[in-house]
């Protein structure tokens, strides 16, 4: 069935916050082309979802780390099996997300390869496409996919719709002119920066702009709230606004809506703010993978550190600690904040 002929679309989406947020814009230009789209999504993605108006229905998969295996989700597969969809796509290639794209009894089962499949995640597909330019932005990459199907529309970017009372309670939270913050990066601790660096950028901004309000969120974990804890110690200032609990993805993207800019990690926050048009700030180590999620644009500042672990296949790193982000001076990234600040925030 060719690709114009569809009218119900399954799209196979189990990743976590950035994932889902860098799928948008595909699950749009489908829903532009006429076609219905259902996603098959985590809990976080579901949250995400909600806010994309083009989005059907999803069909929530409680996934953790680690997750359990593809099996735990028959119940729902059944379930799904019984929409009759006329394509089930996957654009991110897991073994898990090709797995359940050819178990959906969808007529076309299409998947995304990364060249590691298993040919038991293989089975049941049947059409695949090939590894994308990971040197282009994620969400360019998966829309290359329907490109590969057929699809010839252009880009259409993010659309968001925020609930009105979370907008109020942001509003409200996080005074202009004001920079969210995020120290903590939930994929693994060697994505993080030291707190004292984190302490003494804000001095070396607030020097500058003493005006600036910071508000710092974070997962709700025992680990992330003890970070955030410590570097409210630091810091000691009224000025450093924490949020220890998890947000709804809702209420974190009106804060963000809001906020002047976001300065952090390579994380799903970072994706976010990126997608909402806010300027950001981000530390990167460097890897295969990284100019896909960088953000582009002049709006955007991106340091990045060369890091011997990804390069070598080993983790050198002691104590959690990241040696090559440490390398980063608080110097760089307070320079890079003033110079990502918009000119039209109020002062």
């Known amino acids: 069935m060719p690709f114009l002929d569809w009218k119900k679309v399954l799209l196979v989406d189990l990743g976590f916050l950035g994932d889902t947020v860098h799928s948008v814009p595909a699950i749009r230009a489908l829903n532009q082309a006429g076609t219905r789209v259902d996603v098959m999504t985590t809990p976080v993605g579901a949250e995400v979802l909600s806010l994309v108006p083009e989005v059907g229905k999803t069909w929530t998969v409680p996934l953790r780390k680690p997750s359990p295996p593809p099996w735990k989700n028959l119940e729902t597969l059944w379930a799904i099996r019984k929409e009759n969809y006329d394509a089930a796509i996957t654009m991110v290639g897991s073994d898990r997300n090709l797995f359940c794209a050819a178990a959906s009894g969808a007529r076309e089962r299409i998947a995304h390869l990364t060249g590691r499949n298993s040919c038991l995640a293989r089975w049941g597909l049947n059409q695949t496409l ?6 282009r932005p994620v969400f360019e990459q998966r829309l290359s996919v ?15 719709a925020i609930p009105a009372n979370d907008q109020a309670w942001a509003r409200d939270t996080a005074p202009s002119p004001s920079l969210h913050l995020s120290v903590n990066a939930a994929s693994s601790p060697l994505n993080e920066w030291p707190l004292d660096d984190w302490a003494v950028t804000l001095r070396r901004l607030w ?7 910071v508000v710092a969120t974070g997962a709700g974990s025992e ?20 949020l220890p609990d998890r947000l709804p993805v809702s209420r974190l993207a009106a804060l963000l809506q809001f906020a002047d800019l976001h300065l952090g990690l390579d994380s799903g926050v970072l994706h976010l703010a990126m997608a909402l048009g806010k300027p950001t700030v981000s530390l990167f180590r460097e890897s295969v993978g ?3 999620w960088s953000p582009r644009g002049a709006e955007h500042r991106v340091l990045v ?13 002691e104590g959690s600690r990241s040696k090559c982000l440490a390398e980063i001076n608080p110097d760089q990234v307070a320079e890079a904040v003033l110079g990502a600040w918009p000119s039209s925030a109020t002062r």
């Open 130 to 135: 090939g590894t994308r330019d990971r040197s």
């Open 146 to 160: 329907l490109q590969a199907l057929g699809w010839t529309g252009r880009d259409p970017g993010w659309a968001w």
């Open 207 to 213: 020097k500058v702009r003493p005006e600036i309000q």
């Open 223 to 242: 680990r992330e709230s003890a970070r955030l804890g410590d570097l409210s110690a630091l810091l000691n200032d009224s000025r450093l606004k924490i």
């Open 290 to 292: 990284r100019p896909g």
């Open 305 to 317: 550190r060369p890091c011997p672990c990804q390069s070598s296949g080993r983790a050198d790193c």
